[in-house]
Structures are given as structure tokens and as C-alpha cells.
């Protein structure tokens, strides 16, 4: 997705960069 840049933490955890709320997001998969 070219809107999404994401790079995984930790396993199952990705710090996700919202560029369409311009925030990041911290989701647990």
C-alpha cells in the first residue's frame, strides 16, 4: 500500500505510519 510505510517491532507488532491522519499507529496483530 503506498500510503502505509511499515516496519515490524517486535513478532506480531507492526508500528504502522498513517499518512492519511499524518499519526502513527501501533497495531497488535
Known amino acids: 500500500d503506498e500510503k502505509l510505510l ?4 517486535e513478532e ?5 505510519w498513517n ?5 502513527l499507529q501501533f497495531v497488535i496483530k
Do not use: K, L, N
Open 6 to 9: 511499515a516496519s515490524g517491532t
Open 12 to 16: 506480531g507488532e507492526i508500528c504502522v
Open 19 to 23: 499518512m492519511d491522519s499524518y499519526q
